[in-house]
């Protein structure tokens, strides 16, 4: 059975860190690339880093770059999310999801990520207080 798990999200002040975990079982891990999206309330799924685990190739969006690191440990089966001086709008619930082809579906606009990628796991929230 396919399984991602994400976790690590919590009540975190503004200007403050937390890194997130998402744990893979079910699956070559190795030969998949693992992103990391995050949906607020009212708002569209958005993508935000993703790694390749054969080669450690990485994609961060324009929008999370500089706050934001992408690591993943193969031997774990798990891919972290290092996030830095929060804000209160990256209140959001955060989800992982991997992908065989790579980053680029990550990388592409919504429509590509929110059907393209092959397992979803289910979600961490993280809410950021002012």
């Known amino acids: 059975e396919v399984q991602l798990q994400a976790s690590g999200g919590g009540l975190v002040q503004a200007g403050g860190s937390l890194r997130l975990s998402c744990t893979a079982s079910?699956?070559?891990?190795?030969?998949?690339?693992i992103g990391w999206f995050r949906q607020a309330p009212g708002k569209e799924l958005e993508a935000l880093s993703c790694i390749r685990n054969a080669d450690g190739g990485t994609y961060t969006s324009d929008s999370m770059k500089g706050r934001v690191t992408i690591s993943s440990d193969n031997a774990k089966n798990t891919v972290y999310l290092q996030m830095n001086s929060l804000k209160p709008e990256d209140t959001a619930v955060y989800y992982c999801a991997a992908d065989i082809v790579g980053c680029t579906v990550v990388a592409g606009p919504p429509s590509y990520y929110k059907d393209g990628m092959n397992y979803w796991g289910k979600g961490t929230l993280v809410t950021v207080s002012s």
């Open positions: 079910g699956f070559s891990f190795g030969d998949y690339a």
